[in-house]
């Protein structure tokens, strides 16, 4: 059974929509990450947290919010989409802010 | 600043033959971890390797990687390509700037095709 999953898996709005992406895991880990992957730029990272309630600003957090709700749940906002933001989104949770971290499947999002 | 940097955007080997991804690092902290990780096609990354001890050689799934502090580097290698070896491949540090903040930086990834 999939530790990390994301929801939905693929998604497409409209310049100016608002679009809320979904993690779970089922890791028990306290801490938990929002990535972006570009070709050409990599893994970047939006947002993390190392707990319900908590929030951690990242390397690109422009454009977007995320907030904790659980240990298991993550969510990633956008509030304001963009064609900018058009990406492929990951989640990650890890035990500790320098252990393995492990990765749902990804939700691809285009920003019409 | 801060960074990891692989240097092939691809790399193109022939199965059976060695290969190597270049990974080199720059930072002014105390660094902790380092990692390698593989995304195969329409799939999550996960994690090939990790290590944090200089001059160690960690091995996995027939890579291996050593850690040289004094070259900045960890560079990832295997001794005979496989078919099953392409995917991209994401090197990774870990380190500790306070008590308050510290920070995983990847480099940009390296895509490895390993042709017949």
């Known amino acids: 059974e999939a530790a990390v999953t994301q929801s939905p898996r693929n998604k497409v709005t409209v310049t100016g929509g608002n679009v809320t992406l979904s993690c779970r895991q089922t890791?028990?880990?306290?801490?938990m990450y929002w990535y972006r992957q570009d070709t050409g730029h990599g893994l970047r990272l939006i947002h993390y947290s190392y707990g319900a309630g908590n929030l951690q600003i990242g390397d690109v957090p422009d454009g977007y919010k995320a907030t904790r709700t659980t240990q298991e749940d993550f969510f990633l906002l956008l509030e304001l989409a963009s064609p900018s933001q058009t990406s492929l989104y990951f989640c990650?949770?890890?035990?500790?802010?320098?252990?393995?971290?492990?990765f749902g499947p990804g939700t691809r999002l285009l920003v019409l | 600043g801060d960074s990891v940097t692989q240097t092939e955007g691809l790399v193109t080997v022939t199965e059976g033959l060695p290969v190597k991804l270049n990974c080199t690092y720059q930072t002014t902290y105390l660094t902790i971890a380092f990692f390698w990780y593989v995304q195969y096609l329409n799939e999550a990354p996960q994690v090939l390797l990790r290590s944090s001890t200089d001059n160690k050689r960690t091995e996995h799934q027939g890579f291996h990687a050593t850690l040289h502090k004094s070259s900045s580097s960890f560079h990832l290698q295997k001794s005979s390509a496989q078919l099953s070896d392409s995917a991209l491949y994401y090197c990774?540090?870990?380190?500790?700037?306070?008590?308050?903040?510290?920070?995983?930086?990847f480099g940009q990834g390296t895509s490895l095709s390993v042709v017949p």
């Open positions: 990774a540090l870990f380190f500790i700037a306070s008590s308050s903040f510290s920070k995983l930086v």
């Open positions: 890791n028990s880990h306290n801490y």
């Open positions: 990650a949770s890890s035990e500790g802010i320098g252990d393995t971290q492990y």
